[in-house]
T-cell receptor
Framework: AQSVTQLDSQVPVFEEAPVELRCNYS??????LFWYVQYPNQGLQLLLK??????LVKGINGFEAEFNKSQTSFHLRKPSVHISDTAEYFC?????????????FGSGTRLLVRP | ETGVTQTPRHLVMGMTNKKSLKCEQH?????MYWYKQSAKKPLELMFV???????ENNSVPSRFSPECPNSSHLFLHLHTLQPEDSALYLC?????????????FGPGTRLTVL
């Protein structure tokens, strides 16, 4: 069964610094990969997704992620963060061979941007 | 973000109450989901409906009862809940078979059981 690991529970960073949030998944079978962001007291908002094609995916709010099949990773990056990027970020994976509709989520990484 | 709406946004109920959570999607999707998000725990998938039929029930206690009257609406009926059921309940929708089954979420209902 698929699993998703977000190694960092919290990432503190100064405003305008670059950031990388790490995500690894367990299986190398064909997958769809997603990053969601959750602001306080809100639902999950889709940041970006990898379905096929180019391994570098660009999303909203200046975020991008790179799919690395050999390392089973899908790390999220932003070259310069803002205070408003402070939120919880969730990586998720679904198995393209599995028709059970399951989206497997990581435990989340809290990005804390300091002035 | 108005693609998926949830009401109420906040709910406080006693253990003997009966209440319902409502979700509505305006995206023309054919699958809907209920998730539970508790503090310090990963998102838990509770129920999945595809074409208005329940296709997934992840061992959820019977005090939670879902209902999907049509492809745009999803309810979660609650009765005799326990304090440990306090959580954020999230609804999502997707279009099965397209767009990688990308799920779009509502804002959630924050439930507190006293």
């Amino acid at each position: 069964a698929q699993s998703v690991t977000q190694l960092d529970s919290q990432v503190p960073v100064f405003e305008e610094a670059p950031v990388e949030l790490r995500c690894n998944y367990s299986s190398s079978v064909s997958v769809y990969l997603f990053w969601y962001v959750q602001y306080p007291n809100q639902g999950l908002q889709l940041l970006l997704k990898y379905l096929s094609g180019s391994t570098l995916v660009k999303g909203i709010n200046g975020f991008e992620a790179e799919f690395n099949k050999s390392q089973t990773s899908f790390h999220l990056r932003k070259p310069s963060v803002h205070i408003s990027d402070t939120a919880e970020y969730f990586c998720a994976v679904s198995d393209r061979e599995d028709s059970s509709y399951k989206l497997i989520f990581g435990s989340g990484t809290r990005l804390l941007v300091r002035p | 973000e108005t693609g998926v709406t949830q009401t109420p946004r906040h709910l406080v109920m006693g253990m003997t109450n009966k209440k319902s959570l409502k979700c509505e999607q305006h995206l023309g999707h054919n699958a809907m989901y209920w998730y539970k998000q508790s503090a310090k725990k990963p998102l838990e998938l509770m129920f999945v409906y595809s074409l208005e039929e329940r296709v997934e029930n992840n061992s959820v206690p019977s005090r939670f009862s879902p209902e999907c009257p049509n492809s745009s609406h999803l309810f979660l009926h609650l009765h005799t809940l326990q304090p440990e059921d306090s959580a954020l309940y999230l609804c999502a929708s997707s279009q099965e078979g397209t767009d990688g089954d990308t799920q779009y979420f509502g804002p959630g209902t924050r439930l507190t059981v006293l």
